[in-house]
């Protein structure tokens, strides 16, 4: 089991940056893949981004291309999401999550996550 810990969110306003990290520890993340996921208030988890330890390769969601880029501190274990461009829509708790394998944007196949982060984004 992989632990994670989120940290990195805040206020801030539309058009601003953010950068969300995530810690891991009690393995190492060889093989791992590591997700990005928010959940707005009333709606369901809805996937982020996701990054493969191994070979870096990443995925985003449409949402967040071109303001959202995941990258990883392998000294570190540790996963950045930094977000650019902010908007209000962009306002969530984000997640952290870990898996065993290749990457995937279904939250169902991770096994691990994290504790959380809110992200507010005022207009």
């Known amino acids: 089991q992989v632990h994670l810990a989120e ?3 805040g206020l801030v306003q539309a ?3 953010l950068r969300l990290s995530c810690a891991a520890s009690g393995r190492t993340l060889t093989n791992y893949a590591m997700g990005w996921f928010r959940q707005a208030p ?3 988890r809805e996937f982020v981004g996701t990054i493969s330890w191994n070979t870096g390769v990443r995925d985003y969601a449409d949402s967040v291309k ?3 880029t995941i990258s990883k501190d392998n000294a570190k274990t540790t996963v950045y999401l930094q977000m650019n461009n902010l908007k209000p829509e962009d306002t969530a708790i984000y997640y952290c999550a870990a898996r065993v394998g290749l990457r995937t944007s279904s939250p169902d196949r991770y096994a691990d996550w994290g504790q959380g982060t809110q992200v507010t984004v005022s207009s």
């Open 7 to 9: 940290s990195g969110g």
């Open 15 to 17: 058009g601003g940056s």
């Open 42 to 44: 009333g709606k369901e």
């Open 66 to 68: 071109g303001r959202f």
